[in-house]
């Protein structure tokens, strides 16, 4: 999910946020995850205000070429 900077602050977010987790509801989903870029301390909080709790852990990925390293 990204909110343009023009949008934020003005609940666009947040009301996202809770749309995705009535669908999630809605299909039957049981969790909700999500990433934040560690230096993004806004969306964090507000995240965090909404209940998704950190696990204290980093989400890594490894691209996968076509041919090996």
Known sequence: MYV?????GKGVGTAALA???????????RALHLEVEHANTNAYGVYR?????DHERYMMTRLITRTPR
């Open 4 to 8: 343009h900077s023009s949008q934020r």
């Open 19 to 29: 749309f995705a987790e009535e669908q999630c509801r809605i299909l039957g989903v």
């Open 49 to 53: 205000k909404v209940g998704f709790v």
